[in-house]
């Protein structure tokens, strides 16, 4: 499978700051990466779709000016936490969409746990 | 909610046990996936089954896919400690590249 990384891996930050979370594509160049955020003992949520030189597509309810999302390259996309307030700590995980003959595949990333104190 | 419903919520057996979770969804689909939680970190893909297909297996894993009543099982054979984890299942949506991933089942096998 395809190797995703993501940093931090971990960032606690006092409330009212700002927090960048980076998801990179190792292994090939991805047009679409989508962003996730998983609350204790819950699932996963789909947050937004990142598009490579275009606006991301945020789902329901998803404040688009507090998750910004730029996905500025074909192996990264960033996920910016503005004004983090301690609900939204979390667990943030990032999947790279490669598109298969057959199917497409997304492969995810580590994680990122955010504690906004 | 667009997502789909897992049950149990939590299932514990004992080692050598088999263990079934079951996973419903609400849409046409492509496919569906399970995946793999350790607590705490990142997502392992277990196994995809496609719309067309009924049945699938992976070495002690089983699943199957009923279109007709939009549900799957996974089943997962002759468990091991180390197979306590969560398992999600997720459906991507016809036309749609997103997954939309189920409740989830924690499965804690004891040894």
């Known amino acids: 499978g395809a190797v995703v990384s993501q940093h931090p891996s971990r960032v606690i930050c006092k409330s009212g700051t700002s927090v960048k979370i980076e998801c990179r594509s190792l292994d090939f160049q991805a047009t679409t990466m989508f962003w996730y955020r998983q609350f204790p003992k819950q699932s996963l949520m789909l947050m937004a779709t990142s598009n490579e030189g275009s606006k991301a597509t945020y789902e329901q309810g998803v404040e688009k000016d507090k998750f910004l999302i730029n996905h500025a390259s074909l192996t990264l996309s960033t996920l910016t936490v503005t004004s983090a307030h301690p609900e939204d700590s979390s667990f943030y995980i990032c999947?790279?969409?490669?598109?298969?003959?057959?199917?497409?595949?997304?492969?995810f990333g580590p994680g990122t746990r955010l504690t906004v104190l | 909610s667009q997502q789909g419903e897992e049950d149990p919520q939590a299932l514990s057996i004992q080692e050598g046990e088999n263990a079934t979770m079951n996973c419903s969804y609400k849409t046409s689909i492509n496919n569906l996936q399970w995946y793999r939680q350790n607590s705490g970190r990142g997502l392992v893909h277990l196994i995809l089954i496609r719309s067309n297909e009924r049945e699938k297996h992976s070495g002690r894993l089983r699943v199957t896919l009923d279109t007709s009543k939009k549900s799957s099982s996974l089943l997962i054979t002759a468990s091991r400690a180390a197979d306590t984890a969560s398992y999600f299942c997720a459906t991507d949506p016809y036309n749609t590249d997103k997954l939309i991933f189920g409740t989830g089942t924690r499965l804690q096998v004891f040894p």
């Open positions: 999947s790279v969409l490669r598109d298969l003959t057959t199917y497409n595949e997304q492969f």
